[in-house]
């Protein structure tokens, strides 16, 4: 299976300012997603990252609060924009291919807003 | 509304007990994925089940795939303090946006 890097893993940010998170597959991939987990808690998605087109956001989850990009096929990236403590969370992203019905996850970016 | 009901959402057992977690929709998925995940760690998959009525096991875990393909079990036999963690089932469509949603988690504690 892929190996996801993601990064940064932590931060400790200022409430009002972004935060880009990097998701690095290591083989050409299908699909790419970002999740959303609070502490203790299951994951939600938060969209669908679509190569060279805008990315397909769940019901909840805007482009202008979180905009996503994915110039090719083994890399993405997810802001969080104007931060609240609200979006305090761990994010994760994940990939999977066409026809396996398997997904690789990142470790997780633990996000704090202050 | 949650799509994917888990439950137990907490178990907590002592070593060697045996203990089944469920996961139950009215959707229809094309397949039913169960991961557990560890803390400070992304979820790692333990099996996917694809056909309706489908079992599979994985040493002493036992999961299995309603006939409907709605619901889905999560059978651990003789419990052990590694198997200490967050249980995770999640459904997959592939028809038109292909994506995996998740239930609210079991989180498990085996005790010595």
């Known amino acids: 299976s892929a190996v996801i890097s993601q990064k940064p893993s932590r931060d400790i940010c200022q409430r009002g300012t972004s935060l880009t998170i990097q998701c690095q597959v290591d083989?050409?991939?299908?699909?790419m997603f970002w999740y959303r987990q609070q502490p203790g808690q299951s994951l939600t998605l938060i969209a669908t990252?679509?190569?060279?087109?805008?990315?397909?956001?769940e019901s909840g989850f805007v482009i202008d609060k979180f905009p996503i990009s994915r110039p090719n096929l083994t890399f993405s990236t997810l802001t969080v924009s104007n931060m609240s403590p609200e979006d305090s969370s761990i994010y994760l992203c994940?990939?999977?291919?066409?026809?396996?019905?398997?997904?690789?996850f990142g470790s997780g970016t633990r996000l704090t807003v202050v | 509304t949650q799509l994917l009901e888990q439950s137990p959402q907490f178990l907590s057992i002592q070593e060697g007990e045996n203990l089944t977690v469920y996961c139950n929709s009215s959707?229809?998925?094309?397949?039913l994925q169960w991961y557990r995940q560890e803390p400070g760690e992304g979820p790692v998959l333990l099996v996917t089940?694809?056909?309706?009525?489908e079992v599979k096991k994985l040493k002493r875990l036992t999961f299995q795939f309603g006939d409907a393909r709605k619901d889905s079990s999560l059978h651990i036999t003789a419990a052990q303090p590694g198997d200490t963690g967050l249980y995770l089932c999640?459904?997959?469509?592939?028809?038109?946006?292909?994506?995996?949603?998740f239930g609210q988690g079991t989180r498990l504690t085996i005790n010595p």
């Open positions: 990252a679509n190569q060279g087109s805008e990315a397909t956001y």
């Open positions: 999640a459904g997959e469509w592939l028809q038109g946006a292909q994506k995996l949603v």
């Open positions: 959707s229809v998925f094309s397949s």
């Open positions: 994940s990939e999977t291919k066409e026809g396996y019905y398997g997904y690789t």
């Open positions: 083989s050409q991939v299908t699909m």
């Open positions: 089940v694809v056909t309706g009525g």
